[in-house]
């Protein structure tokens, strides 16, 4: 079977499998919970009678922004639930996946059936999925981002950083914060990019944009009395906590180290020489993972009333426990993702502004869920990411292996 009839049979199951998620009404991470309780009645709400409910917003429990519930409100005309409703959700996710594939089309010299397959690979993503299907908060923060992170590569492709680029590189990534908190790191990487590259009459016109738009953020901190809405929720430091970061980080870098090994195995096709040439460097990080957990005394079942399960420490940590039983089974994944993030880190500046960003804003959540970096591991290394993207190659081995492991992902969250 020769490549193109690789590539179309996958693209064909993975577009296909999507289609039977949403007939059989799939669900992933408690999806239908969060959307019943949280995010259905924070958009009816809102629909119902704004002011009221903007400023009660912290009732509902979403712990973010309201942007999305804002759009699902006024700009779908269906109530929440419904088929259409949901229909419209994954016509909407649909649009930031050609978003992907005009990125991917930028950066990469593949063929169309080559950049419509790595484009299909996100549909496999179980949170994208769920998202998707049932008119989650995840995808409208992630769409936006997208629409950012691409005129932020056309800046880059032309080599010049026009004035409205940088607005809407701004806007965009101001409305993903505002759907996503996570996405904080994007506006950080961006301003830090900018405030390292470009000349100061950019800078200036960069800070006078953001902070235009931090503008509807500071009207909600004032009428709320936070950050979020703590008159419901109770205790910011529950969300956001700057002594969880070990325990946090320990789970960034497992599910870091999990989401590289495909990309590992494409980049790399001498794994033995591989793993021999990093095994000193491997065990390095792996010592310091260890010890970084037993000097901080790290409990992955704190968030657990029951004390018997990872509550909230990413599917990497639940996972491995499950088969080793063994609390810290899943600090194997945390080295791979340390020694990853640390070569990654040494290839450019901007690799270093993005890994920083990222790093800070999300090693300050206590609660740390898969959804917050899947698929964003993946749509980062394909856009944002510095390495050598002629070692990539689209080849039957790496096409397979790639399908494969996505399509394990799924059918394992299905599952289990």
């Not at 949403?22 to 924070?42: R, V």
Request: proline share 3%; with cysteine.
């Amino acid at each position: 079977m020769n490549t193109k009839n690789f590539l179309l049979i996958f693209i064909s199951i993975n577009s296909l499998s999507f289609i039977f998620g949403f007939i059989l009404s799939e669900e992933h991470g408690a999806s239908i919970l969060d959307a019943n309780q949280h995010t259905y009645p924070a958009i009816s709400g809102l629909k119902e009678n704004f002011l009221l409910n903007i400023l009660n917003y912290g009732k509902y429990g979403e712990n973010s922004y309201p942007l999305h519930h804002i759009i699902f409100a006024y700009l779908i005309p269906f109530n929440v639930g419904t088929i259409y409703f949901k229909f419209t959700s994954c016509f909407i996710s649909g649009i930031y996946l050609y978003i992907f594939y005009l990125i991917i089309k930028n950066k990469f010299n593949y063929q169309n059936k080559e950049l419509i397959f790595l484009t299909s690979l996100i549909i496999l993503s179980p949170y994208f999925r769920s998202s998707a299907y049932w008119g989650l908060t995840e995808n409208t923060g992630l769409g936006f981002a997208l629409i950012s992170i691409y005129f932020f590569i056309i800046c880059q492709k032309n080599n010049t950083f026009k004035k409205n680029h940088l607005f809407l590189i701004c806007v965009f990534s101001s409305l993903a914060l505002y759907a996503r908190l996570e996405f904080l790191f994007l506006c950080m990487f961006f301003y830090l990019f900018i405030l390292n590259n470009l000349k100061i009459k950019q800078i200036i016109f960069t800070s006078s944009i953001y902070f235009i738009m931090t503008i509807p953020g500071l009207v909600l901190i004032f009428m709320w009395g936070g950050l979020l809405d703590e008159q419901w929720p109770g205790e910011f430091n529950y969300l956001i906590n700057i002594s969880t970061i070990p325990r946090t980080l320990l789970v960034i870098f497992s599910l870091i180290g999990f989401y590289s090994i495909p990309f590992l195995l494409v980049l790399n096709s001498k794994i033995k020489y591989l793993i021999k040439k990093n095994i000193i460097n491997f065990s390095f990080c792996l010592f310091v993972c260890a010890l970084t957990y037993i000097f901080f005394d790290i409990d992955i079942f704190e968030l657990d009333p029951s004390q018997d399960y990872p509550y909230g420490q990413g599917f990497v940590t639940n996972i491995m426990f499950r088969f080793t039983r063994m609390e810290s089974g899943y600090l194997l994944f945390s080295a791979i993702g340390l020694l990853v993030s640390y070569y990654i880190f040494l290839i450019s500046n901007q690799n270093k502004i993005l890994i920083f960003c990222l790093l800070t804003v999300f090693s300050l959540r206590v609660h740390f869920f898969t959804e917050y970096l899947d698929p964003l591991i993946f749509i980062l290394t394909f856009s944002l990411l510095d390495f050598d993207k002629s070692k990539i190659y689209l080849n039957r081995k790496n096409i397979l292996l790639l399908q494969s492991f996505f399509l394990a992902l799924l059918t394992g969250a299905i599952l289990i």
